[in-house]
């Protein structure tokens, strides 16, 4: 019992470190740089041959279709015209913007953990009926049933404790509303996701690995994110960078390859 007692409490304590280190990662990233472009920091999407082209762009936007193509591909999975909706772990807040301007929900707050990019976008975006909040997924600031629609791209495995996270997200949600979710996990920690899911009390009505569509993305966005990397950030810092971008033969972009860190997507339904 002590010995399970012991695990138990050791591994909350490297959950809180891993959340903690995280929001310092993105305090940090918010803080110093904060060219306006730079809006999105997902690993991106892209059709396989055959599949079907996504949405036409804006000029404006179309530099960040890789990116925006995986918000699409997560926040179009059911119609959120008119819907009030939250997206946990906006970021730079492009995603979020993207979601409103062009899907049209009634309503959309973005949060995140991370003040500064909180304040990064509530500086840079103004749209009607779009704004952003300082907040914690594992404590959501928001009274029960408050939500048509919750929104999580690529940022639940910062946090301290998915099992908090997701109910958070049934408690936030409507009767019969919906959980648009994907991220990455490595691959022997896909199936403990998996169980958390399914644990959630949410019915899952699609599950689908896009891992193929990210890898793909990667190889047709490696010059976009390289020249942005390269612009942006000091001499002393590109390699940590690109290879946090996951850009062509990087760590992150061979493990996606190999199959040893799988992206999947999930659509779930508060019943």
């Known amino acids: ?33 904060r060219r306006k472009d730079w809006k999105f920091m997902n690993y991106g999407y892209a059709p396989l041959d055959g599949s079907p082209e996504m949405m036409a762009l804006e000029p404006v936007d179309a530099i960040n279709r890789y990116c925006i193509q995986l918000y699409h591909h997560v926040a179009s999975a059911i119609d959120l ?18 979601i409103k301007r062009y899907l049209k929900p009634k309503s ?19 749209v009607e009926g779009l704004s952003f909040k300082v907040g914690d997924a594992t404590a959501l600031p928001f009274p029960d049933n408050s939500f048509d629609a ?17 109910g958070q997200v049934k408690r936030v949600l409507r009767n019969g509303g919906h959980f648009l979710f994907a991220d990455l996990r490595n691959k022997e920690n896909i199936d403990d996701l998996r169980e958390q899911l399914n644990k959630s009390g949410l019915k899952i009505v699609k599950e689908t690995e896009i891992t193929p569509n990210v890898v793909h993305a990667l190889k047709l966005d490696n010059e976009h994110r390289t020249t942005l990397i390269k612009e ?4 002393s810092m590109v390699k940590t960078f690109l290879k946090f971008a996951g850009t062509e033969n ?12 799988i992206y999947m997507s999930c659509i779930m339904q508060k019943a």
């Open 1 to 33: 019992m002590k010995t399970n007692f012991l695990s138990t409490f050791i591994n909350s304590m490297l959950s809180k470190i891993k959340g903690a280190l995280w929001k310092l990662w993105y305090q940090h990233l918010a803080k110093v740089y």
């Open 81 to 98: 015209t008119g819907l009030e909706v939250l997206e946990v772990g906006s970021g730079r807040g492009g995603g979020t913007d993207y």
């Open 108 to 126: 959309l707050i973005g949060v995140d953990f991370a003040k500064d990019a909180v304040d990064f976008c509530n500086q840079n975006y103004a």
């Open 150 to 166: 919750v929104i999580n791209v690529e940022s639940s495995h910062c946090y301290p404790s998915m099992e908090a996270f997701l």
């Open 232 to 235: 942006m950030i000091r001499k």
């Open 250 to 261: 990087s760590d992150i972009h061979n493990r996606f390859k190999s199959g040893k860190t």
